[in-house]
């Protein structure tokens, strides 16, 4: 089917390739790699490598993070002059935490196209089996890739994702990633998913509360090894009385006898010197429930 396929000159093809199990390369993936006049690429030494276990070979141009903007300027006159090009990251998809975001933008300034070849993914594939929206969560997820390396920004970084209601997911390298663990501990209970080596022969995935992630990879002496994703899940949902006490929950139930629910939540805050708002929404629970 791939080989029917029309493919225009003059375009740039984002190719995503495996990011550990080389059978995750696509048909079509395979079909473009084996047509273009040149593939751009993070590394040519690895490129050539992955190029080769397939049976392939091309010219490779290197567009890497340190020379990107200039690079793409090599691959714009490629394109003008009606040549194919791809661009390939080291792994996965190209533009996401790898390069490539700046060569597609001075493509499509250049006047001309992209064409993205969706494939393999850390972020999504740990995302596919994390389940959160199983507990009624919403699926959206903020992609935050990797934190600051300093520690006064990543500290700021962590601070900001823990005030977030909603899931994050984070990549991290083997050698800081037991102090993110260790920073991770003080949110408690809130579950995170974390993916080790995701598609390889030692490949691990684990769904565990995040105090207990440090004990996690203390467990075995190889999960310190490997490159990770982790998905912070969304915070647990909350009650409308959570936060008020004993008393002011009894107040309130009594209150909810004799007088309507906006009346009782205004003299239950009277009372016990709690917000309104809150007292109105307990009281609206506590309506439901009876």
């Given at each position: 089917m791939a080989e029917t396929q029309d493919y225009p000159v003059g375009t740039l093809y984002v190719v995503a390739t495996p990011i550990g199990n080389l059978a995750d390369i696509t048909v079509r993936a395979l079909s473009v790699l084996a047509r273009m006049d040149a593939i751009a690429c993070e590394d040519t030494r690895h490129t050539g490598a992955l190029l080769r276990s397939y049976g392939l070979s091309a010219t490779l141009l290197a567009v890497h993070e340190h020379n990107e903007a200039e690079a793409?300027?090599?691959?714009i006159r490629r394109l003008h002059n009606g040549e194919r090009v791809a661009y390939v990251s080291d792994a996965g998809t190209p533009g996401v935490s790898d390069p490539g975001s700046r060569l597609c933008a001075a493509v499509w300034a250049a006047g001309l196209r992209c064409i993205p070849l969706p494939g393999a993914s850390s972020v999504t594939a740990l995302v596919s089996v994390a389940g959160w929206v199983a507990s009624g969560a919403s699926p959206a997820f903020e992609f935050t890739g990797f934190l600051p390396a300093k520690g006064a920004e990543?500290?700021?970084?962590?601070?900001?994702?823990?005030?977030?209601t909603h899931a994050c997911v984070l990549l991290e390298s083997p050698h800081r990633i037991m102090s993110l663990a260790e920073a991770l501990a003080a949110w408690g209970d809130r579950p995170v998913t974390i993916g080790r080596e995701l598609t390889k022969q030692f490949e691990e995935i684990a769904t565990l509360p995040c105090r207990s992630l440090v004990a996690w990879l203390q467990g075995s002496e190889h999960r310190l090894k490997g490159e990770f994703v982790l998905a912070l899940h969304p915070q647990p949902p909350t009650t409308p009385d959570e936060g008020l006490s004993p008393e002011t929950r009894r107040v309130l139930a009594l209150l909810l006898e004799a007088l309507p629910v906006r009346q009782a939540a205004r003299l239950g805050a009277d009372i016990?010197?709690?917000?309104?708002n809150a007292l109105y929404q307990a009281a609206l629970q506590l309506k439901q429930t009876d």
């Amino acid at each position: 089917m791939a080989e029917t396929q029309d493919y225009p000159v003059g375009t740039l093809y984002v190719v995503a390739t495996p990011i550990g199990n080389l059978a995750d390369i696509t048909v079509r993936a395979l079909s473009v790699l084996a047509r273009m006049d040149a593939i751009a690429c993070e590394d040519t030494r690895h490129t050539g490598a992955l190029l080769r276990s397939y049976g392939l070979s091309a010219t490779l141009l290197a567009v890497h993070e340190h020379n990107e903007a200039e690079a793409a300027q090599q691959v714009i006159r490629r394109l003008h002059n009606g040549e194919r090009v791809a661009y390939v990251s080291d792994a996965g998809t190209p533009g996401v935490s790898d390069p490539g975001s700046r060569l597609c933008a001075a493509v499509w300034a250049a006047g001309l196209r992209c064409i993205p070849l969706p494939g393999a993914s850390s972020v999504t594939a740990l995302v596919s089996v994390a389940g959160w929206v199983a507990s009624g969560a919403s699926p959206a997820f903020e992609f935050t890739g990797f934190l600051p390396a300093k520690g006064a920004e990543r500290t700021q970084a962590l601070k900001r994702l823990q005030q977030q209601t909603h899931a994050c997911v984070l990549l991290e390298s083997p050698h800081r990633i037991m102090s993110l663990a260790e920073a991770l501990a003080a949110w408690g209970d809130r579950p995170v998913t974390i993916g080790r080596e995701l598609t390889k022969q030692f490949e691990e995935i684990a769904t565990l509360p995040c105090r207990s992630l440090v004990a996690w990879l203390q467990g075995s002496e190889h999960r310190l090894k490997g490159e990770f994703v982790l998905a912070l899940h969304p915070q647990p949902p909350t009650t409308p009385d959570e936060g008020l006490s004993p008393e002011t929950r009894r107040v309130l139930a009594l209150l909810l006898e004799a007088l309507p629910v906006r009346q009782a939540a205004r003299l239950g805050a009277d009372i016990t010197g709690e917000s309104k708002n809150a007292l109105y929404q307990a009281a609206l629970q506590l309506k439901q429930t009876d």
